[in-house]
């Protein structure tokens, strides 16, 4: 099991296994909304995800149409976000208190980089959204 809280520890959830790529995601609202250059992501089935603490302290923002992003409303961590009508969650990975077992395979929207961010890909790069084949 896979088990990940806020900062403050109001809120907790677990997650069964994670059913998509993690990958680092450099779009202008994964910026803005973490205040970091790049967030870490991975999709898990609804199924598979479940709040085990704190639920009624969430908060949550729509970025885009349709697009729900969690976080404690105590201390501002993000910790997943959603789309209607989709089977899966996208979980943020830096709020994981443990180990995910996977590593991270792609950074998506590099487009989006800020040009005062000096780092070297670890994995392949993608302008935008995933490679249609992933
Ligand atoms: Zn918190
Ligand atoms: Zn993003």
């Known amino acids: 099991m896979i088990k990940g809280s806020c900062h403050c520890g109001a809120v907790a ?4 296994q994670l059913s998509g790529p993690i990958v680092h995601c450099h779009c202008a609202t994964c910026r803005k909304t ?14 598979d995800f479940a709040w085990t603490k704190g639920e009624d302290t969430l908060r949550h923002y729509e970025s885009s149409p349709g ?3 969690h976080f404690c409303g105590n201390c501002g961590a993000h910790l997943m976000a959603e789309r209607q009508g989709q089977a899966h969650v996208i979980l943020r990975l830096g709020v994981l208190d443990t180990d995910p077992g996977a590593r991270p395979s ?8 800020v040009g005062w961010l000096d780092y070297q890909a670890d994995a392949p790069a993608w302008p935008e959204g995933e490679a249609p084949s992933s």
């Open 13 to 16: 959830f677990s997650v069964r």
């Open 34 to 47: 973490h205040s970091a250059p790049f967030a870490t992501t991975a999709r898990v089935d609804r199924a």
């Open 67 to 69: 697009k729900t992003r």
């Open 106 to 113: 792609l950074h998506i929207w590099t487009s989006n980089d």
